[in-house]
Every structure is written in structure tokens, then in C-alpha cells.
């Protein structure tokens, strides 16, 4: 059942992806890439590049677009609720709780805790990135490009969105 | 006017806001505190506190959070569809087109150009929550965390949820003496 196997995918990266949407890129990729095929690493990685590129929280924009892509308009909305409302829900619910142990130590320690296994993850996703680009498109385009979106992004600070954007165009130019 | 309002605000926050839900924060605290008075600075800290010690995307908490104080049920559904749906629509848009062009070289060499883009971007998340573990947790048990996640997850293949969900069980259920006396 597409629409359960949808609900599921989404609602699991977003029940225990702490640190918010960057959060739980990797536990999508997880579900949509390796668990139920839907996408190559180079699709996701696509959807992920104009994911960034765009506005907006990042997460909904993944969830939305995926699930339109296998399961029409009714597919992207059972994302979205799936990715938006059981967090939602525990929020709203919880409210009062949560105000009175917000400077607890044990729930400070809670997204502490949790942290290194997300940065594990998006080390992996990292590093399938790069060996992917690798087996593309060879190790001196890789390195080469590698190298300048880092300079861009990081040492220059130009905005992702021209980033990728001036990647797309290199892509299309020189990388067939 | 309350719902024209929160509508314009969340649809400013959505499409200004690069860099996902937490770069965001600031512009939902822009409009929310200073420019409509629905919330004191303290109130959106305490709020903005209570998001960050639960999982998810903390944009649409928020949003969803804020239009509920606002306007109830229906301020809750407005400020979450005005976040989300329009740039949800974008992408949609923008990557069916390109998927119509699949076929063609260029359209594959621009999937392929874009690839070490995304790897340098999570290469600096993943250096960001690196550090950040190293800050709260110290060198020992960050690591010790790390190696454990990479042998459950990497090597025996355990799916990822199980071992995060494992973690939070723990830190409930573990004596809360204990707790304070490692902070």
C-alpha cells in the first residue's frame, strides 16, 4: 500500500530526526533511497540540490516533492502530514509539560545525545555523494568541483542558490 | 485581518528563508515579536526552547505553533499551509520539467555537476554536529557515540530510527541523579 509505505517514510525521520529538518535529510535518504527504491543516490541528491536552492524549510519540500513523484497530489499531502503533524501534535499537546522540564538537564541531553548518530549519518550520505560524483564523472572533475563549491560556500559565502545554479551550468556544459 | 496577517507572515518567512527550517528562525522571530506583537521575546524563546526538545522540522512547529495562539484550528492550518506549500510547489514544478528533459546528455551532466555541491554542503553539516557533540558531550563520549553508531548502523546495518530511538529510551529511563551529576 503506496500511501502507508509513504506515511511511514516520512513520519520516521520526522519523529526522530532531532535537530530539526538538515536533521533528518539523512533518515529520508535512508527510507526513499535504501529501503524503498523509489530514487537513485543521484536523484535524491538532484532533489536535495534544489531543495537547497530554494527557500523554505527543506524537509517539506523533500517529503512533498518525493511523494508526488510516486504518488500523485494525495501522495504529497500524506507526506507532508506525515513529516509536519506528529511533532506538530506533541507540541501543541505537551506544551504546558515541556515548559516546566525545558531546563532540565535530561531533556537538554536528550538532542545531545542523539546528535553524533545524525553526524554519522550525514557522513555516510557525504561520503555515497562523493563516490557517486566519483564513478560520473572521474576523480579530477570530482576534486575540482569539490574544492571550488567548498571555496564558494564556506570561504567566499556566495548563496548556495548560485552555487548550485552555476553547478547545473558546469554540469550541463562539461560533465556528459 | 488575523488570518491575512498570519498568511503574509509565514508566505515572507517561507520564501526569504534559505537554508532550510532552523536558518528561518530569526524571520519567524522578525515578524511574530517585532513586527505583529504576537508573542514577547520571552514567550518565543521559551517556545523556540520547547521545539528544539522535540524531533522534527522546527519550521512547521513553529508555524503551526503560532497559528494556533493566534487564531486556533484555522490559524494553525493557514500559517502551516502559507510556510510550506508554495515552495512545496516549486519544486515540484522545477523537477518535473527537468525530468522531461531526462533523456537528453546535458540533463544528465547537470545531475552529475550538482553532486559535489551537495556532498561539500553535508560535508559541513556533518562537521557542524561533529563539533556541536563535541561541545556538549566531550571528546570521550561523542566518540564513543560516534564509533557505536558507525558499527550499529554502517557495519550490522541496523535501520537508523531504532538506534536513535534506543538513545532517547535511554537518557528517559536512566536514574535523573545520575543525569545531574554529569552535567
Do not use: C
Amino acid at each position: 500500500m503506496i500511501y502507508w509505505e509513504i506515511f511511514l517514510a516520512f513520519f520516521i525521520p520526522g519523529i526522530v530526526g532531532y535537530g530539526g529538518g538538515p536533521a533528518t535529510i539523512p533518515l529520508i535518504e535512508y527510507e526513499v533511497v535504501h529501503r524503498y527504491d523509489w530514487m537513485t543516490i543521484e536523484e535524491f541528491g538532484e532533489v536535495l540540490a534544489l531543495g537547497n536552492a530554494l527557500p523554505g524549510p527543506i524537509a517539506t519540500k523533500m517529503a512533498g516533492f518525493i511523494a508526488f513523484e510516486q504518488a500523485g497530489i494525495l501522495g504529497a499531502i500524506v507526506a507532508l502530514f506525515a513529516t509536519i503533524a506528529p511533532s506538530l501534535i506533541l507540541m501543541l499537546i505537551l506544551l504546558s509539560v515541556l515548559l516546566k522540564f525545558k531546563d532540565s538537564p535530561k531533556v537538554k541531553l536528550l538532542s545531545s545525545v542523539v546528535r553524533p548518530t545524525i553526524a554519522v549519518l550525514l557522513g555516510a550520505m557525504t561520503f555515497r555523494f562523493m563516490e557517486t560524483s566519483y564513478l560520473d564523472s572521474g576523480w579530477l572533475q570530482t576534486g575540482f568541483m569539490l574544492v571550488v563549491s567548498y571555496v564558494l560556500l564556506e570561504k567566499i559565502k556566495v548563496h548556495p542558490a548560485y552555487v548550485i545554479l552555476s553547478a547545473l551550468i558546469y554540469g550541463a556544459l562539461f560533465l556528459h | 485581518m488575523k488570518q491575512a496577517n498570519l498568511f503574509m507572515a509565514f508566505l515572507r518567512v517561507g520564501l526569504l528563508g534559505y537554508g532550510g527550517g532552523p536558518a528561518s528562525i530569526p524571520l519567524i522571530q522578525k515578524e511574530v515579536v517585532d513586527k505583529y506583537e504576537w508573542m514577547t521575546d520571552e514567550e518565543f524563546s521559551d517556545m523556540l526552547a520547547i521545539g528544539n526538545t522535540l524531533p522534527g522540522p522546527i519550521a512547521t512547529k513553529l508555524a503551526g505553533y503560532i497559528g494556533y495562539r493566534v487564531s486556533g484550528i484555522s490559524g494553525m492550518l493557514n500559517a502551516l499551509l502559507a510556510s510550506v506549500i508554495p515552495t512545496v510547489i516549486l519544486m515540484i514544478i522545477l523537477l518535473t520539467s527537468l525530468a522531461s528533459f531526462r533523456e537528453y546528455d546535458w540533463v544528465q551532466g547537470m545531475t552529475r555537476g550538482v553532486l559535489p555541491v551537495v556532498a561539500v554542503m553535508l560535508g559541513v553539516l556533518t562537521w557542524n554536529f561533529f563539533k556541536k557533540s563535541h561541545t556538549d558531550l566531550g571528546w570521550l563520549k561523542a566518540s564513543l557515540l560516534v564509533i557505536a553508531s558507525v558499527l550499529l548502523i554502517q557495519l550490522v546495518g541496523m535501520h537508523p530510527a531504532i538506534v536513535i530511538a534506543a538513545l532517547i529510551l535511554f537518557v528517559l529511563l536512566k536514574p535523573a541523579r545520575k543525569a545531574g551529576e554529569e552535567e
